[in-house]
């Protein structure tokens, strides 16, 4: 959609002085006062002179980003997606959006999500087609990457709000392992839940975005802190020999479309033509017992979060909001207590269920971005990975009959970012080399 550079190449032009950053964001502000009028992917953005000001060195010097407006920000109202924090202004940046401006980068503006990113849709719509949606949570995030507006945006998950979103979008979403990325400052959903995700054009970006913004120390609650992945910013990263995959076999596969299964299909085979094992693959039944598990804690942990919300402003809180704090009332101790333990046995666990291989390779979603703006799609095949803590990444690997964009995700063992992205760099590099192939 858009010729201006990704993530690492502007970055890498920055560097060098090949780019002014100046001209770089100007740059994006011209795309963005372009597609915003259609695409509402922005809640509020800085203005020019204000992102000039605040243009640091560092190895983000000059490069917008896209702050989901769950994140606070000091200059820019925090909003969450509801009518109840319209004019909030936050006292202090969450941490993630400090590492940003301490590297050099400037907020751009404030992304679109749904209500406390849960399901109530805001305006954005799928830049490929305004009557589909772009998915959700983190809706303006993926959209305005997608749309060639922004190199990076950040935006949360807690079932499927990265992954998701980007497939949609036909950009890449990565999920690293729960608790590798700041979380302080960002508004909670489900603490045992939540991640803090990327939006960029490739897996060198996405890569690129996870060494900068990972955690340096174990600051935060359950937060752990991993090894950066061998980046070169010249060539990007080092892909992993040809690799060994689980396809994943589930029991929620009849909820994908034919579309779908078909682009997975030929993804699986230009992946073995090129040189890697996909073998099919299915976990225990226990794992799938995890999506339960998951609405468990999303329920008892979202609902009372959100009580005085509905308590204070039963006027200005959604029906999904109202729902959600009635099913967390119904919710026992005993409930919730079995769904941690049975969160921690499956992280565990699927280190050594998913040993000898790479990496999983699965559906990102059931397929196309639905018609409409009412319903942001079905999570169900990001949920395991968000109940489990797993990094996932997902990356586009067609179009449907309707031009809207097909991916594909893989998933690693807990902790083993580094590894995914590398095992996806090489995903996506065989992808390309076989597109080549095929249009040549």
């Known amino acids: 959609m858009t010729t201006l550079p990704g993530l690492l190449a502007a970055s890498r032009a920055i560097q060098s002085g090949a780019l002014d950053p100046e001209d770089y964001v100007q740059q994006c502000a011209r795309r963005a006062d372009e597609v915003e009028p259609w695409l509402h992917a922005f809640v509020s953005r800085a203005s020019l002179a204000d992102m000039f000001r605040n243009i640091g060195d560092g190895p983000l010097a000059g490069i917008p980003v896209g702050v989901k407006d769950l994140v606070a920000t000091v ?3 925090t909003t969450m997606g509801s009518p109840i924090y319209v004019d909030h202004m936050a006292t202090c940046d969450a941490a993630i959006v400090t590492q940003i401006r301490q590297l050099g980068g400037v907020v751009f503006g404030k992304t679109v999500t749904t209500e406390f990113a849960w399901r109530e849709p805001g305006p954005t719509v799928n830049p490929w087609n305004p009557a589909h949606t772009p998915g959700g949570s983190s809706s303006g995030s993926a959209a305005a990457v997608a749309a060639g ?3 990076l945006a950040l935006g949360t998950q807690t079932v499927g709000s990265v992954i998701r979103p980007a497939a949609y979008c036909g950009v890449v979403g990565f999920k690293a392992s729960y608790g590798a990325i700041p979380r302080a400052g960002v508004f909670p959903l489900s603490g045992s839940l939540d991640h803090v995700g990327f939006m960029t054009r490739s897996v060198d970006d996405a890569a690129f975005a ?3 913004l990972r955690n340096r120390v174990a600051s935060e609650p359950d937060s752990v802190v991993l090894p950066a992945v061998l980046l070169d910013p010249e060539h990007g990263l080092a892909p992993t020999a040809a690799p060994r995959l689980a396809l994943l076999r589930t029991p929620h596969d009849d909820k994908v479309t034919a579309e779908q299964s ?6 699986v085979a230009a992946l073995r033509a090129g040189g890697a094992t996909v073998e099919a693959f299915s976990l225990p039944d226990i794992y799938w017992q995890g999506i339960d598990g998951l609405h468990c804690l999303l329920e008892a942990e979202g609902g009372a979060i959100h009580r005085s ?19 967390g009332q119904g919710r026992s101790a005993m409930q919730y207590l079995a769904a941690r333990a049975l969160q921690q046995t499956l992280r565990q666990g699927a280190t050594s269920q998913l040993q000898g291989f790479d990496a999983v390779l699965t559906t990102p979603a059931t397929g196309e971005a639905p018609l409409g703006l009412s319903f942001t799609g079905d999570p ?18 067609g179009r449907s009959a309707n031009g809207l964009p097909l991916g594909v995700q893989l998933v690693a063992p807990y902790r083993q970012d580094a590894h995914l992205l590398r095992t996806a760099k090489w995903v996506e590099s065989a992808l390309a080399r076989a597109n080549k192939a095929s249009t040549s």
């Open 75 to 77: 200059d820019l109202p």
């Open 149 to 151: 507006v922004l190199p």
């Open 210 to 212: 996870f060494n900068l």
């Open 262 to 267: 078909a682009a997975l299909e030929r993804t």
């Open 309 to 327: 919300h509905v308590d204070q402003f039963p006027d200005r809180t959604s029906m999904h909001i109202r729902d959600l704090v009635t099913r």
């Open 380 to 397: 169900i095949f990001c949920a395991l990975w968000s109940f489990t803590g797993l990094p996932a990444i997902t990356m586009p690997i």
